[in-house]
């Protein structure tokens, strides 16, 4: 039986990404209320998948109800999601992650093993800091952003909404990032990236701008 003391959470996702938040969440005490999946024939071979109460359609999902995480990896789904459910949502921080107690972390966001985040920076909402991930001071991390793992950025950095730093990619002080971006596993981004880009390399070249009205369509 649960008390009213418990912290309880709801999970809209059940692929690999969301494995790992719910051990994040049950090292924190949170009991797992519900898990949806809207998709369960597009789990991976390799998952030991459940099926936990999954419903057809988004629009299934009780509005109300214990706070949610979404656990989707893709940002341009989970901010589509985050856009339709309109729930409270809670926050995910590994025990060992290490948050500095001048920044900001934002609501739904999710923050893994090893991950650390330097004095006065602001992570926005929906975010993935992944494994080992590394953001130093004074950064800025927009909306359904999703840092790799030992990704790393240095000071006075600024990612916009959607963008995606590949894995150990490495994006030096004082440079800004546009909105719904691809930075390349392993990229070292040296200048400052337009809107839609996509950068690979070392050093970091952009090698496609995709229109907006076309990112819009897909």
């Keep these: 039986m649960m008390t009213k003391h418990e912290k309880r959470v709801r999970i809209y996702g059940a692929g690999g990404h969301s494995h790992v938040i719910k051990d994040v969440l049950r ?28 419903r057809a359609h988004l629009n299934d999902f009780p509005h109300q109800g214990d706070p949610v995480i979404i656990a989707v990896g893709i940002n341009s789904d989970r901010a589509e999601i985050a856009r339709i459910l309109k729930c409270s949502y809670e926050t995910a921080i590994h025990q060992s992650a290490i948050i500095s107690e001048s920044s900001s972390i934002g609501e739904g ?68 990032i546009g909105k719904w971006c691809t930075i390349g596993a392993g990229t070292i981004v040296l200048n400052d990236v337009p809107n839609y880009a996509t950068v690979v390399g070392n050093p970091g070249k952009i090698i496609k701008i995709l229109n907006p009205k076309k990112r819009e369509k897909l």
């Design 27 to 54: 090292q924190n005490g949170y009991v797992i209320t519900d898990t949806f999946d809207d998709k369960p024939e597009g789990v991976h071979h390799a998952s030991k998948h459940v099926n936990m109460g999954a």
């Design 109 to 176: 966001t999710v923050v893994f093993a090893g991950a650390i985040v330097q004095p006065n920076t602001v992570v926005g909402k929906h975010v993935i800091v992944n494994t080992g991930a590394s953001i130093d001071h004074d950064n800025v991390i927009g909306d359904y952003a999703h840092i790799s793992p030992k990704a790393a950025l240095c000071g006075h950095v600024e990612v916009g909404e959607g963008s995606h730093i590949g894995v150990g990619a490495v994006v030096i002080p004082l440079v800004k």
